[in-house]
């Protein structure tokens, strides 16, 4: 019900900026002429969003190094570098003075707070405080979060939070300065993790259970005047937060204003026209849809108020290999050979938005990936080299299968890209029969492995930078999970795959880890476990007087916490 | 008139309750998993088993249905984190996303859906009733075929092209409207109206075109009948006859159509929420569809049917008022 105006605005956009349109090839990023973060400070900024307000609480929130508008009231003990280009993929130290000390062969982290640190009321955070907030995100009654700190931490799996459950002994807090977690196992990851929002300090005192998303005690630059949820979130300054105890966050605007529940379009229009207060606005999740960019390449101005980057994403085909026929190789094969992967970056809006993908890890020296095409399908596909395959595998007259996806196009896996699919695999005698589901119906449906479509238009995106939230929950056989929420479509449980997983995992040093990551996707890559089809980019919008406004790599969007509106 | 409306009330009760039925049941139907969908990314079963729990729904659907059934006439209790959440009867339930009463939810956006309606009744009212008479007194004459025109156009745009267009020329290119926010009548009710003139236009145009050409049909019936021609040979001036006689005449049928309008009224309001950003009951509903928040659907759906049943009664109430004719039986 939400697509069609959406479509219909977008239509009606492309028709006016048709009808101006002149040649002009603008690019570049918005400006930052006149930004100095010593005089950035003041005014107020609007965010303009689509969604995302519907909680707010630490423990419940699953974002991807801290979120954006919730890293501005949870600090947490460590976060993504605040900076533009690849420096952006780091994790850096926040409310800890490093990225954790690593022992007992990376079972063990220990981690020490910085000197100053102090909630909203003005009372101290303590470790204690750390440890809280962890533990009650193991409540069912506060459901959500990425599930790392159940599966790693020693008796994660078992505990039910301090509402029933009392504490959790694998964190202990020997001082108010001193946290250290045991694991279960080596996990050379934990100082990316450590940047979620459970890694926020919530004292006890003041947590009121589900109502704490109303109220929350703020560690970070601004502290919640109002929440309501699904519509407004206002920030105003914490006056116990400096720049001189938080290196990363700038803080520039005094206010901040969120709106949700707008329509993409309606955002867009809006941040083109920047009229009152309008001017300073930006959106953390409404990206430039392809109707727009047309408008941008006649209009230079415009085309100067844009940010591009790239979120760590791949769209993808999987197969269930248990399931006839992809147990066949060899049929897997033929489909990756015969898809024309410059239709479906089409499909999706062309090489702005979009760039041809050939292996699974998304590009980016943080993910370690190594360029790899297996099965090269060209541009626009092989049917030739697919229909030998069919025939080998006893196809030769032809394969008919189902193909399903999500019923609307938002999260770029839906109808478009499936029609762009079915007519490549047709050149290959492939004939698909579409299957579009409700959204939330095929996510339910596609979780669990008794009721897994064989065939299946997919995306994943990145809990953090690196190789291990991508491979791990794909392909790790241990992650096969029965009841829902899998993820390993291709039912894969290689003894092989495994241990290098664990292997990797020891290993604490990014830079060593990465490669390793990207040698396995490429050796995975040969099973043709799935089809990669594509990885999105970002272009987004932001009001006219609206300044530093660079896309973060590890989020692939604005980085609120350094925007100036002054 | 008292057997009446016990009649009419006990067959409010009964539909709602068929209502409620059918929205648990066709919930149940579809495959999506509310507990998936709130466990998260990467939720094993123990945690998926316990967010069931959480939810309610490791009981039978029946079961669930009787609790609900339950709630609404004593209230419930919820676990809330370290204390225990009370859902005063009549209690609709509590939605586990957005941890609050639904009632209260439903609350806290009906301002907004109420305002939206009030002001788009009143510009469909105005303009619909004048254009429908003028139409019917200028019979055959091009201004009428111009009113006939634009009515149908009106009839047939669907609320959100006609939002759409609104948005573009007033807010992007002549920029004389704000896009749009719903700020409180009782905040400030200047900005109240100047953001909700766009809302009201969209929704009332398309509701004026209904009533334009029910309020020509009805007249123009009226109209040819004897007892107009009889006033008008006892001389009475012919603005009295078409404002106590014809209007009455047509008014009627209006009543009816106004009430049938209310179930209309409230698909096009999802609408023009959505297109808009306004945060009403409408938008409330999208949102919590697309989520599978079942207890916030079944609490609207209920809301919105005690609504057209409500206004139905009324409407034949009304009726009965505005013309002898009609009898309450």
């Known amino acids: 019900m939400r697509m069609r105006p959406t479509a219909l605005f977008g239509a009606a956009l492309l028709t006016t900026a048709a009808a101006t349109a002149a040649c002009g ?7 930052s002429a006149a930004f100095d973060p010593k005089t950035c400070q003041g005014g107020t900024l609007t965010v303009l969003n689509q969604g995302g307000l ?3 609480d630490p423990a419940t929130l699953y974002t991807s190094g801290g979120g954006a508008l919730p890293s501005l009231v949870y600090r947490t003990l460590t976060t993504r570098q605040r900076v533009a280009g690849e420096g952006g993929f780091k994790p850096v130290p926040d409310l800890a003075t490093d990225l954790g000390r690593p022992s007992d062969g990376a079972r063990t982290w220990t981690y020490t707070l910085k000197d100053g640190l102090k909630f909203d ?102 502290k919640v005047e109002k929440y309501e949820t699904g519509k407004t979130l206002k920030l105003v300054r914490n006056p116990h937060w400096s720049r ?24 867009n229009q809006r941040l083109v026209s920047s009229a009152g207060a309008d001017a300073r606005a930006i959106t953390t999740d409404a990206s430039v849809g392809p109707e727009q960019l047309a408008r941008l390449d006649s209009d230079p101005a415009l085309a100067k108020r844009v940010a591009r980057g790239v979120f760590g994403e791949t769209k993808y085909l999987a197969f269930d290999v ?34 041809p993908a050939t292996t699974f890890l998304p590009e980016g020296k943080a993910f370690g990936q190594q360029p790899y095409d297996h099965f090269p399908a060209g541009e626009s596909g092989n049917p030739a080299k697919a229909k030998e395959l ?50 939330e119906d095929y996510r339910t449906l596609v979780g669990k492995p008794a009721t897994q479509p064989a065939l299946t238009l997919q995306s994943w995106g990145a809990d953090w930078p690196a190789g291990g939230p991508f491979l791990i929950p794909i392909f790790d ?19 092989a795959v495994n241990k290098e997983i664990d292997q990797i995992n020891t290993l604490t040093d990014p830079a060593q880890a990465a490669p390793r990551w990207g040698a396995l996707d490429a050796e995975i890559g040969k099973k043709a476990l799935l089809v990669p089809l594509y990885h999105p980019k970002t272009v987004v919008l932001a009001g006219k007087d609206v300044k530093n406004t660079y896309v973060d790599q590890w989020r692939g969007w604005y980085d609120v916490a350094s925007v100036s509106v002054k | 008139m008292t057997w009446y409306l016990l009649r009419r009330l006990g067959a409010v009760v009964t539909v709602l309750l068929v209502l409620s039925a059918i929205v648990y049941a066709l919930f149940y139907l579809t495959p999506g998993d509310p507990a998936v969908l709130a466990c998260g990314r990467g939720c094993n079963a123990e945690r998926l088993a316990l967010t069931r729990e959480k939810l309610g729904l490791a009981e039978p659907v029946y079961a669930q249905y009787w609790h609900f059934l339950e709630g609404l006439v004593a209230g419930r209790d919820y676990a809330a984190g370290p204390d225990v959440d009370h859902c005063a009867a009549p209690c609709l339930g509590y939605s586990f996303q957005s941890d609050q009463p639904v009632l209260q939810l439903i609350t806290s956006r009906f301002p907004v859906s109420l305002s939206l309606a009030f002001g788009a009744e009143v510009v469909a009212l105005l303009l619909g009733v004048s254009a429908g008479l003028l139409s019917a007194l200028r019979q055959g004459r091009p201004e009428e075929r111009l009113l006939t025109g634009v009515t149908l156009v009106g009839y047939a ?32 009710p200047g900005e109240w109206a100047r953001n909700l003139i766009l809302p009201w236009a969209a929704l009332g145009l398309i509701q004026a075109a209904v009533f334009a050409r029910i309020t020509r049909a009805g007249a123009l019936e009226t109209l040819v009948e004897d007892h107009i021609r009889t006033f008008r040979a006892y001389g009475l001036r012919e603005r009295q006859v078409i404002r106590r006689h014809a209007l009455r005449g047509a008014l009627t049928p209006l009543i009816t159509i106004t009430a049938v309008e209310v179930a209309q009224m409230m698909t096009a309001s999802v609408l023009t929420e959505t297109m808009f950003g306004l945060p009403g009951v409408g938008r409330l509903t999208v949102e919590s569809v697309g989520s599978v928040d079942l207890p916030v659907v079944v609490g609207v759906t209920l809301l919105a049917g005690t609504a057209v049943v409500l206004s139905n009664a009324v409407a034949d109430v009304l009726s009965a008022v505005a013309d002898p004719r009609v009898k309450l039986i």
């Not at chain 1, 994660?156 to 029933?164: H, N, R, S």
Request: aromatic share 8%; charged share 20%; with cysteine.
């Open chain 1, 54 to 56: 519907s909680k707010f």
């Open chain 1, 244 to 267: 001189s105890v938080d290196g990363q966050r700038l803080a520039c605007p005094d206010r901040i204003e969120v709106t949700a529940g707008l329509d993409r379009s309606v955002i």
């Open chain 2, 157 to 188: 745009t669907p609320v959100f092209l006609v939002g759409l267009l609104l948005l573009m020329v007033f807010c992007a290119y002549l920029q004389w409207l704000p896009f749009p926010a719903y700020v409180p009548l009782t905040e400030n």
């Open chain 1, 121 to 222: 009321d003005g009372s101290p955070i303590t470790a204690k405080d750390v440890k809280y907030g962890i533990e009650r995100s193991f409540s069912p009654d506060l459901p959500g979060g990425a599930p790392y700190l159940h599966d790693w931490l020693v008796g994660g799996a078992d505990y039910k939070g301090p509402y029933k459950g009392g504490e959790l002994k694998s964190i202990e807090t020997p001082d108010d300065k001193t946290i250290v977690f045991r694991l279960r196992a080596p996990h050379g990851d934990f100082p990316y993790l450590a940047t979620a929002t459970q890694f926020a300090p919530v004292p006890k005192a003041k947590d009121t259970g589900t109502k704490y998303q109303n109220a929350p005690v703020s560690s970070g630059p601004y």
């Open chain 1, 390 to 439: 069919l025939a080998q595998a006893g196809h030769a007259g032809g394969l008919k299968i189902e193909l399903s996806f999500p019923n609307t196009d938002g999260e770029g896996y839906g109808p478009k890209v499936a029609a762009a699919v079915q007519d490549a695999l047709k050149q290959a005698g492939v004939t698909v029969e579409q299957k579009p589901l409700g959204e």
């Open chain 1, 25 to 31: 090839g603008a690019s570049g990023t918005a400006s």
């Open chain 1, 322 to 355: 248990t399931k006839k026929p992809f147990d066949d190789i060899r049929v897997r094969q033929a489909i990756a050979y015969a898809i024309n992967r410059q239709s479906v970056v089409n499909a999706v809006g062309g090489s702005a938005l979009a760039a």
């Open chain 1, 477 to 495: 056989g241990r992650q096969i999970l029965k009841d829902g929420g899998n993820f390993n479509l291709a039912q894969l449980n290689d003894p």
